[in-house]
């Protein structure tokens, strides 16, 4: 305090700070990407453990045994689903009232905006079907839910087959505390997204479905089944769900905890756990399997039908079989045993999943980082754009000066580049989806591709806008000017960062490190031709494109260069779509605020 409250030492540290701004940004630069890239070092790590006393064991006899009855079930269904050419409703409802359940229908239908790209599909409509075992020794106030989609062709058949084996398996059993919903959803997300809806009575996607007509209680944890191969030789988590959120991290360690105890080969991100961490091996596997996980947060959308509950906070993860490894293999009994002992252990709670991180990174199974740990990475990269802020001291005062004039031309000069900028934010967020109509009259091209290419072509317009705004306005404060406009655009862009990575630190991150470098460095009398092309190479567009492509690495399924055009605008799409059916706030978030943010830097660049 004495430094600080001393004005000759006080301005000998604003002073070494001043000469030493640059260096010091580059060392937290290269802080933060090492710090980040050695939280997948074991040693840096935690051991996953249980928080929650009641799934604390795993002392539970799991006797679940009806393989061949859920392959049977199987093939009944595929058979079925072939015949009626979509979800066979009559034949699910008898089903499911064969063994005891009380079995009710939810009729749904969704207009999308625009088509979707891999169905080719503009009006969704469908039929879910679930069964409700009430609680025989409980008030009946909670529940559970086992959900498998009823996908297209042969997929997920398996799933379908078990859920109705293990439905007939409970019902003979007598310690269930809670409700088990045994739901079987038509068009995956879709039929979720309405059923979700019609339980909890709201509408907050314009989606049309009829009321349940069967409740049971509060919902506290969900389980989802995908086994769409024949062959099952691991089991792989998903936790990934809408908007960045995860789990309770209880979910996973119970997953993984059952998975130990029935020898049952387990993975995350689709990859096997290895124990040589101190190999260069087992690190950049570790790494690989964390950096996928930031990716697939990022991108802010569900990566199965479990994401869907998590918004209304309901624990929930998704079970997916692989055929991948061809030395295991494993019966669908075991996937059975498996999923009653989890449900066992959840049917133990007396309260909602709490005791767990909910902020988290998984190098593997057995191994977390938590959010004390990777947050500082992001921190060291928010130093330099508060380091920038007071760089050079002028700045701020220069804050002050333009802030006494209120009707000067200075707060002109830095309104009208900012206003300009976010109006065409507002026009990349909305009219895409509005002109699509318009453009498919006069271009050869599919609703679909009307909507991405108008939004590349707004995105790309916004480089072309008046940079020298100042001139609109009288000469005065040139220089003042962009230096205000700076100050503005680096405490926006900290501000927007910090509020993104406290909601979805994976996207909060990577945009930090594309964006930081250019903005902090930025002013008009850097090289015009050589800065304008890195600020294009790392505007947000480029980061999406970048990404997709080191997506394709890491899942070892590398693309060409037009392979990799053609999912960049498949993601945008994609994006689009998933605002408009589920409430996903990355497009919004980049087309209202990131991107204009990055704009009033590139009106900086030109300024004169």
């Not at 700070?17 to 640059?22: D, E, K, M, P, S």
């Amino acid at each position: 305090m004495g430094l600080l409250s001393d004005p000759n030492r006080r301005k000998a540290l604003t002073n070494l700070l001043t000469r030493l701004n640059a260096p010091i940004c580059m060392v937290c630069y290269l802080a933060a990407i090492v710090w980040f890239m050695g939280l997948a070092f074991e040693p840096f790590t935690l051991r996953t453990y249980m928080s929650e006393n009641a799934m604390g064991s795993t002392m539970v006899e799991e006797r679940f045994s009806s393989g061949e009855r859920a392959l049977s079930l199987a093939k009944e269904f595929d058979a079925h689903k072939t015949k009626a050419g979509g979800m066979p409703v009559e034949w699910l409802v008898k089903a499911m009232q064969a063994r005891g359940l009380e079995v009710f229908t939810q009729s749904f239908s969704r207009k999308l905006p625009f088509p979707d790209e891999n169905k080719e599909r503009y009006m969704v409509r469908g039929t879910n079907v679930y069964g409700i075992l009430r609680a025989p020794r409980a008030p009946r106030t909670e529940a559970l839910v086992i959900t498998a989609p009823c996908s297209p062709g042969n997929s997920n058949n398996q799933a379908v087959g078990l859920l109705l084996a293990l439905a007939q398996y409970f019902r003979n059993q007598i310690f269930w505390a809670k409700d088990i919903i045994f739901l079987v959803n038509e068009h995956d997300l879709i039929g979720m997204q309405a059923w979700l809806e019609g339980y909890h009575h709201t509408n907050i996607t314009g989606m049309e479905y009829s009321p349940l007509q069967g409740r049971a209680g509060s919902i506290q944890a969900a389980l989802s089944l995908e086994l769409s191969s024949d062959v099952i030789t691991s089991l792989d988590l998903i936790l990934e769900g809408l908007n960045g959120q995860l789990p309770n991290l209880d979910l996973a360690n119970l997953f993984y905890a059952f998975c130990q105890k029935l020898g049952v080969l387990c993975t995350i991100q689709g990859k096997l756990q290895r124990n040589d961490w101190d190999t260069a091996e087992g690190y950049t596997h570790a790494a690989q399997t964390m950096m996928l996980m930031v990716l697939k947060q990022a991108c802010g959308r569900s990566w199965g039908d479990h994401g869907l509950f998590l918004r209304y906070h309901i624990e929930a993860a998704s079970i997916r079989g692989i055929n991948g490894f061809r030395h295991y293999k494993m019966d669908v009994a075991t996937i059975g045993r498996l999923l009653e002992g989890m449900v066992r252990k959840l049917n133990n709670l007396l309260e909602r999943l709490h005791q767990s991180y909910f902020f988290y990174l998984l190098p593997s199974l057995s191994r977390f980082v938590s959010i004390g740990y990777y947050m500082p990475a992001f921190g060291l990269l928010a130093v330099i754009l508060l380091l920038r802020v007071s760089f050079p001291g002028l700045m701020l005062h220069v804050c002050f000066s333009v802030s006494l004039q209120p009707s000067g031309p200075g707060v002109l000069t830095v309104l009208t580049p900012v206003v300009i900028s976010h109006l065409t934010g507002v026009a990349l967020y909305l009219l895409p989806v509005h002109l699509q109509e318009m453009a498919v009259e006069h271009f050869p091209v599919s609703e679909t591709e009307a909507v991405v290419l108008t939004a590349v072509a707004i995105y790309t317009a916004g480089l072309a806008l008046p940079h020298n705004t100042q001139r609109l306005l009288s000469g005065e404060g040139t220089e003042q000017g962009w230096k205000v406009l700076k100050l503005t655009a680096l405490l926006y862009l900290a501000v927007l960062l910090g509020c993104t990575a406290l909601i979805n630190f994976s996207l909060g991150f990577v945009l930090a490190v594309t964006l930081v470098p250019i903005t902090a460095s930025m002013t008009p009398h850097m090289p015009k031709a050589l800065s304008a092309l890195a600020m294009v190479l790392l505007s947000p567009a480029f980061t999406i494109l970048y990404c997709v492509f080191i997506y394709q690495e890491l899942i070892e399924a590398p693309v060409s260069v037009s392979e990799g055009w053609m999912l960049f605008l498949s993601v945008i799409s994609q994006g689009i779509l998933d605002h408009a059916l589920y409430g996903s706030l990355v497009y919004p978030l980049l087309a209202l605020f990131v991107y204009p943010c990055w704009l009033m830097f590139w009106n900086i660049l030109f300024w004169s």
